[in-house]
């Protein structure tokens, strides 16, 4: 069975950080693109950030994150990490780590993600 299972949201003040995880299990994703998006209240699901693997990895974001928002994989732990900075309260929402076979064309996509995770709330008081 597999399962992608985040953690590491919270309650942090704008201006400061976190550190999403997501580990994988059930099967090994190093070949496949993964990303992280979010849903904010009241708020349609949007995407965050992309690892394509394609091409020796390549990384997206969104470029309301750009600058500020880091992703990154070890795919020895099988995990996908998602270092945040600089937040801001716009930034609440619940965020989702997915896997699947998106490509450099279709990483915004969430129908290119097969597997999902449950989400980890991520709120930013200002």
């Known amino acids: 069975q597999v399962q992608l299972v985040e953690s590491g949201g919270g309650l942090v003040q704008a201006g400061g950080s976190l550190r999403l995880s997501c580990v994988a299990s059930g099967r090994t994703f190093s070949r496949n693109g993964m990303g992280w998006f979010r849903q904010g209240p009241g708020k349609e699901r949007e995407f965050v950030a992309a690892?394509?693997?394609?091409?020796?990895?390549?990384?997206y974001y969104a470029d309301s994150v750009k600058g500020r928002f880091t992703i990154s994989r070890d795919n020895a732990k099988n995990t996908l990490y998602l270092e945040m900075n600089s937040l801001k309260p716009e930034d609440t929402a619940v965020y989702y780590c997915a896997a699947g076979s998106p490509t450099t064309m279709t990483y915004r996509l969430g129908n290119q993600y097969t597997y999902w995770g449950q989400g980890t709330q991520v709120t930013v008081s200002s």
């Open positions: 690892h394509i693997t394609w091409n020796g990895g390549r990384t």
